[in-house]
């Protein structure tokens, strides 16, 4: 049996690992544990938000007995065309190796770059954007700024995939 610990209790997260990993392994046990990034709340770029997947994976990698642990991390990076969301994934195993996998990327709205540039969290500012409540847990501001056409959960999905190909990669290579 596989034993994957995912670094999060995100539902949009969780999700995006359990139908990336169901797609392609059997006999899987999910084990979904809150734990830190180590970076800020909101990582201000493609190196803290890769930092923030690879740490999330690696501490509850440490905290179990698992096989893998898997970290998934959403933050914003300063282009010179603006700001724009971005997305990474990092999964650890317990041999020590490291695979990372980056996603889509979209421009931010103006205003909503304006309050992340004073340091404001891009789930509160979705909110207040949107008048609801949760929209890090569901579609997202990629599923807001893409009208639904790819959701938060799709996303990280695609990462997740990434991540999959390269594991499946890596057995294969490896016997």
């Given amino acids: ?3 994957i610990t995912i670094g999060t ?4 997260k969780v999700e995006a690992i359990q139908k990336g990993f169901q797609e392609h392994y059997e006999n899987i046990r999910f084990e979904c544990l809150k734990t830190e990034s180590n970076v800020s709340e909101q990582p201000f770029s493609d190196q803290e938000t890769i930092e923030g997947a690879l740490n999330r994976a690696k501490n509850v990698l440490r905290m179990t ?4 642990g898997i970290g998934l991390e959403g933050g914003v990076t300063e282009t010179l065309y603006g700001m724009f969301l971005c997305n ?3 999964l650890v195993d317990r041999k020590g190796n490291e695979i990372i996998a980056g996603g889509a990327r979209i421009s931010l709205p103006a205003e909503i770059g304006r309050g992340l540039r004073q340091g404001r969290e891009l789930g509160p500012l979705m909110d207040e954007y949107t008048h609801r409540t949760g929209i890090r847990q569901s579609e997202g501001a990629v599923g807001i700024f893409t009208d639904g056409v790819v959701t938060r959960d799709a996303m990280f999905h695609h990462v ?3 991540l999959i190909g390269q594991l499946k990669y890596r057995e294969k290579q490896n016997g």
Avoid: R
């Fill in 88 to 90: 990474w994934g990092g």
């Fill in 65 to 68: 007995e698992a096989d893998i």
């Fill in 1 to 3: 049996m596989l034993k």
């Fill in 160 to 162: 997740v995939q990434l």
């Fill in 9 to 12: 209790q995100n539902k949009a």
